[in-house]
């Protein structure tokens, strides 16, 4: 394979993950921080911007997953997918974490 197939998994796997929580909290009607405030990433976006921005990750991911070739039946191009989708989870997770704090 390609090593821009390794990247487009990755990021696949990365935007995919960052999907879930905005479109989630989107459509269930909940403030939460997205990159369009001020500070980026701080502030609380609307529901309606979380659930814009969730359904722009997933179509981002959803073109990165088929240009990665995730479903080749190349095992290390699914661990590289599961690596960006792991490495958004705990980033997202700390950086979450963080907004009832400040």
Known sequence: MAWWVYVAAFFAGMFLANFVP???K???GDRF????TRPAGKALSS???NALWGLLNLIAGYFLFRAGK???GDAAVLVVFFAGI???SIMLSINFAKKDKE
Do not use: N
Not at 33 to 36: A, G, L, N
């Open 22 to 24: 905005h479109f989630v």
């Open 33 to 36: 921080p997205s990159p369009f």
């Open 86 to 88: 792991t490495l958004m």
């Open 47 to 49: 529901p309606l911007v």
């Open 70 to 72: 995730v479903w080749s």
């Open 26 to 28: 989107g459509v269930c």
